[in-house]
């Protein structure tokens, strides 16, 4: 009997198995899969109810008052109701899918199925980021959808399609990269889900908002470092001109707006400070 | 290379708790080491950190030379675990659970196609392969883990009471598939409570107590150990056995060191000597006529060795 070359045949492997693959390969299969469990579950179905109640509630409207007065321009009419708006649709779909993404690892111990494979823990964080991102794209897609069925009725098929819409869904995008990563942050720190939820509602529905106006208001400071200050570039695109960056009003009150450039780099900072700060926390926790 | 597993000075604290007080095993080659001790002695502490679901405060777990905390992904690459009874993502079928992890693992899909069907019939899951996890029960979530932790066909197994919450049926379904597992190139280490479990499927074992190894031994050595302690024996017989009976024919018998009565009908005799002593005992009683009607170890060796073993601790 002739012995055959161990690996000629490429049959013939080490005890070592199939190569494991790379980090961020692991972090994409991970993440289809999370996303499968998103779009089948109770709360993408919920997220999706909010989404076209809200949708509804503005349809009708727009319905009642001939377009409301916003259908001379299509810069008008997205502004308002885009430009207005699509920031609540993305702090609730963060937080429905994000909140419990790190946490809900540890309090209902699918972390100990994932944990036992040859993975870094990189891949299970940036494939959960990416599963929870691409569900509340899901759920901002189908807030443009409703907008431009609206926007084709009262804009007709001319004006629907704005470039100024698209460069703002751009901008939402960067907006909802950036709330994701506080909410991963909340998500690893408190190691509990309903506390993520609780906190990033707080801070991105008004608690943001609030330190926004104390800052402005009380200490006259530019509050660069707050994320609800850089989220009116949203409706940059809309304005023919931007707000001035700084203007004096009533009593000597000075008020701040983010240039463009400002917001933008806002938001991918918080973006990239909450992610990695979320990532490192989740490399250093126990499941214990 | 054959398979290894081994923890160098493993220590983990808990605060001021030691849970884990420097471990030192090596296990080499193929086998089934079976890992005891009583609630709270370490070893899950010792079997997450040998997963980094967990890190040591000090020492060093290693699978097949690696380290786990510095290369999880090197060390855990050719074993299979199951460590606590994860929860599987709900809306996921254990098929597609399965999928994820051989995925994960590099498998190929016609791989993961046949691997899948493999482990789910010998875990007699194979009739739920499409229903989603999250209406399963406690034991059919296990079998599922079992499946997915033998999915790759795995060098190293690291199990941690693997027959919880399963049926008798399913307990004895578990023995059998770790029974099948031992084979060339595998090596298998499991915690258990279940003495019996272990005697049936292990040829070694390991036992710890307040988080320090009190002994890692061949199952044939715990045996031997044995002879050096007294075994209590349980006897019963077809009449009743008299006082007299008992201290002119049973109690001097070589190997006795004491009778205590139970009932008219069934005393409890202290052997010493091992089986081979036992024996000898059990000849002697049938040859002395008193109506003997079964004469049963009241413990195994392994069960002996380890009550002593933690007692020690204790005193
Ligand atoms: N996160 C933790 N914080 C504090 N103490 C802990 C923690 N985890 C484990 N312990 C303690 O460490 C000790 C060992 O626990 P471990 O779970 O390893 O025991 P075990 O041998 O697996 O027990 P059992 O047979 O009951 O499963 C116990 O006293 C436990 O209370
Ligand atoms: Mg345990």
Redesign the interface.
Known sequence: MSTPEAGASGYARS???????DTAR?AL??SR??L??YL??RRFVLMVAIVVFIGAILSLVLAKYNGAGLSSSSDAFYGTLWGGGVYVVIVFAGIIFGGDAIAGEFQ??????L??????RTSVYAGKFIAATAASVVCVLLYLGILLGNGFYYLGAGAALSGALFESFAIAMLYLLALMGAVFLFSSLFKNSLYAVLVVAILFLFGFSIIDELLQGLVHIEPWFIIDYARQVIGYPFLTTLPPHTSTGMFGITTYNPTYAEGLAIMGGYFLLTAFGGLALFERE??? | MSPSLEARGLTRRFGSFTALDNLNLNIQGSKCVGFLGPNGAGKTTTLKMFTDLIFPTSGEALINGHSVRADRKRALASCGDLIESPEIYPSLTPREALELVGAVRGMSAPDIRSRTDTVLHEVKMADWADSKVGRFSKGMKQRVNIAAALLSDPEVVMLDEPSTGLDPRGMAEVRSIIRELKRENRLIFMSSHILSEVIDVCDEVALVDHGKLLFYDTLANVNARLGKGATSVDLAFVRPVSDADVASRIVNLPGVTGVSRVDPQRLTAMVTGGPEAQSQVLEQLVASKLGLLSFQPSRSALEEVYMREISQGDS
Do not use: C, H, W
Request: charged share 25%.
């Open positions: 005890g070592e198995g199939p190569a494991i693959p692991q299969i991970l899969y999370q499968r469990d089948r579950s209902n111990k699918t972390g100990y199925f944990m036992g494979l040859p993975v870094k126990e499941f214990t």
